[in-house]
């Protein structure tokens, strides 16, 4: 095997085998590709793709790059991924809300890519939490506790890792087959007993019409599946952001609120259906309806919130987080409310737009090394059909300096759409995979 002759096949679009595809997952992990050709290996997969053969010795070949966990538990070990989108802070309730129901929840997450957020970056927006262990501690909080939301060490898929931070950086997030082995690399390397996909389609994801998103979820189910995984996945609607919120303290807030019982929504909605399957798939519910209501149950009673509380104090947060929440999360200096330029319905929001928005403020990363700032981003979007006067607030911009924010105000306002006439509203739930 050899990093040119594979590059020039997928550079004249020649299928690669299994076996150079199960090689260049162990050469990214062990430095044999070199920066240039990981990126050139991405390009030419996101140029031409790869065939369904090709992405399970892909993702099969990035999970065995490094260590593969096992678990000796008496009740199932289950995860939740979403393929990114903007406010979709589902995996902090979903993960403490499974946990509460019985399950056990290694949730090996990521951090923001692209226009998206990432669910390590939101859980470093609380003081003190530590979010990369070792297995050891790992094991221990996820023994006591029942859930811990961590990032991939050393030893799980680094080939991930690293193909992870080039796709950031090459414009080559969007890939179909990039996306399954990332996504599924890492979670098989958790050793898992069940899975559920949110597959996110519209302008908050990467997948922006139907037919992408299905492509998508058949191609993590199909390859996940074949790896031994039981899998399902739902696409979701990001027709507009989840929460009306995007940055990561702020969606920490969001968080909050629904755990506390504040906010009810399409949030606890997505996490009642995704929690569902997966409890039903498990056999701790009767069927996906019945485990939705036990997720629901398990963040209106409060025992979601109480496994949440633990789990960040056992990542190195507040002890009484959950208790205080308001008082130790950051804040921006500077907060501006963009204005209705004209009456109107909403009609559209662009959250691709919102997200490079809040990641221009600081709230995500143009560049790997970029530091993040977690008290910046937006508050208070609207929502699709709202009516607002001309001059009431579309959104409010949390920015670090004056300059900053008079920047997002004119992005927010150009992403969103008004007009004289109330146009249908997008379910939520658009379909079941799997």
Same mark, same amino acid.
């Given at each position: 095997?050899?990093?040119?002759?594979?590059?020039?096949? $997928?550079?004249?679009?020649?299928?690669?085998?299994?076996?150079?595809?199960?090689?260049?997952?162990? /050469?990214? /992990?062990? !430095?044999?590709?070199? /920066?240039?050709?990981?990126?050139?290996?991405?390009?030419?997969?996101?140029?031409?793709?790869?065939?369904?053969?090709?992405?399970?010795?892909?993702?099969? @070949?990035?999970?065995?790059?490094?260590? #593969?966990?096992?678990?000796?538990?008496?009740?199932?070990?289950?995860?939740?991924?979403?393929?990114?989108?903007?406010?979709?802070?589902? =995996?902090? *309730? $979903?993960?403490?809300?499974?946990?509460?129901?019985?399950?056990?929840?290694?949730?090996? =997450?990521?951090? &923001?890519?692209?226009?998206?957020?990432?669910? +390590?970056?939101?859980?470093e927006a609380i003081p003190g939490v530590g979010v990369m262990l070792d297995e050891?501690?790992?094991?221990?909080?996820?023994? !006591?506790?029942?859930?811990? *939301?961590?990032?991939?060490? &050393?030893?799980?898929?680094?080939?991930?890792?690293?193909?992870?931070?080039?796709?950031?950086?090459?414009?080559?997030?969007?890939?179909?087959?990039?996306?399954?082995?990332?996504?599924?690399?890492?979670?098989?390397?958790?050793?898992?007993?069940?899975? #559920?996909?949110?597959?996110?389609?519209? =302008?908050?994801?990467?997948?922006?019409? *139907?037919?992408? %998103?299905?492509?998508?979820? !058949?191609? +993590?189910?199909?390859?996940?599946?074949?790896?031994?995984?039981?899998?399902?996945?739902?696409? =979701?609607?990001?027709?507009?952001?989840?929460?009306?919120?995007?940055?990561?303290?702020?969606?920490?807030?969001?968080?909050?609120? #629904?755990?506390?019982?504040?906010?009810?929504?399409?949030?606890?909605?997505?996490?009642?259906?995704? @929690?569902?399957?997966?409890?039903?798939?498990?056999?701790?519910?009767?069927?996906?309806?019945?485990?939705?209501?036990?997720?629901? %149950?398990?963040?209106?009673?409060?025992?979601? %919130?109480?496994?949440?509380?633990?789990?960040?104090?056992?990542?190195?947060?507040?002890?009484?987080?959950?208790?205080?929440? !308001?008082?130790?999360?950051?804040?921006?200096?500077?907060?501006?409310?963009?204005?209705?330029?004209?009456?109107?319905? #909403?009609?559209? *929001?662009? @959250?691709?737009?919102?997200?490079?928005?809040?990641?221009?403020?600081?709230?995500?990363?143009?560049?790997?090394?970029?530091?993040?700032?977690?008290?910046? &981003?937006?508050?208070?979007?609207?929502?699709?059909?709202?009516?607002?006067?001309?001059?009431?607030?579309?959104?409010?911009?949390?920015?670090?300096r004056p300059e900053q924010a008079d920047r997002a105000l004119v992005a927010v306002?150009?992403?969103?759409?008004?007009?004289?006439?109330?146009?249908?509203?997008?379910? $939520?739930?658009?379909?079941?995979?799997?």
């Amino acid at each position: 095997m050899e990093a040119r002759s594979i590059l020039a096949k $997928l550079r004249h679009d020649i299928a690669l085998s299994p076996e150079e595809l199960t090689w260049v997952a162990g /050469a990214l /992990a062990d !430095q044999t590709l070199s /920066a240039a050709q990981a990126g050139a290996f991405a390009m030419g997969v996101c140029r031409n793709g790869l065939d369904e053969a090709g992405r399970v010795a892909l993702t099969r @070949g990035m999970c065995a790059s490094g260590q #593969v966990l096992t678990w000796d538990l008496d009740r199932p070990v289950l995860d939740k991924h979403s393929t990114g989108g903007v406010g979709d802070c589902v =995996s902090l *309730i $979903l993960a403490p809300a499974l946990a509460a129901c019985g399950a056990y929840v290694p949730m090996i =997450s990521g951090r &923001g890519l692209g226009h998206t957020g990432g669910t +390590l970056d939101k859980m470093e927006a609380i003081p003190g939490v530590g979010v990369m262990l070792d297995e050891v501690r790992l094991r221990r909080i996820v023994d !006591q506790v029942g859930c811990a *939301i961590v990032g991939a060490t &050393g030893d799980i898929a680094p080939a991930d890792r690293r193909l992870y931070a080039v796709r950031d950086v090459t414009a080559t997030v969007d890939s179909l087959d990039l996306i399954t082995a990332s996504i599924l690399s890492k979670k098989l390397a958790a050793g898992l007993d069940g899975l #559920v996909l949110d597959v996110k389609v519209g =302008s908050g994801a990467f997948m922006k019409d *139907i037919a992408a %998103a299905r492509a998508l979820a !058949q191609a +993590l189910v199909r390859t996940a599946n074949a790896a031994g995984c039981p899998t399902r996945a739902v696409i =979701s609607d990001m027709g507009q952001p989840l929460v009306p919120s995007l940055g990561n303290a702020l969606e920490v807030s969001e968080v909050m609120q #629904v755990l506390r019982g504040d906010v009810k929504g399409p949030i606890v909605e997505l996490c009642a259906v995704l @929690g569902g399957v997966l409890l039903a798939n498990a056999g701790l519910a009767k069927d996906a309806q019945a485990g939705a209501l036990m997720i629901s %149950a398990a963040i209106a009673d409060g025992h979601a %919130a109480e496994r949440f509380g633990a789990m960040i104090a056992a990542l190195g947060g507040p002890v009484r987080f959950v208790e205080d929440w !308001q008082r130790f999360l950051p804040e921006a200096t500077v907060m501006r409310e963009v204005k209705a330029p004209v009456a109107g319905y #909403v009609q559209a *929001i662009n @959250g691709e737009a919102l997200g490079l928005a809040v990641v221009a403020l600081g709230g995500g990363r143009v560049i790997e090394s970029d530091p993040v700032d977690p008290a910046v &981003g937006l508050s208070r979007v609207v929502r699709l059909g709202t009516w607002v006067e001309q001059g009431q607030a579309l959104a409010v911009v949390h920015a670090a300096r004056p300059e900053q924010a008079d920047r997002a105000l004119v992005a927010v306002q150009a992403a969103i759409t008004l007009g004289a006439a109330a146009l249908p509203l997008p379910e $939520l739930i658009v379909e079941h995979v799997g």
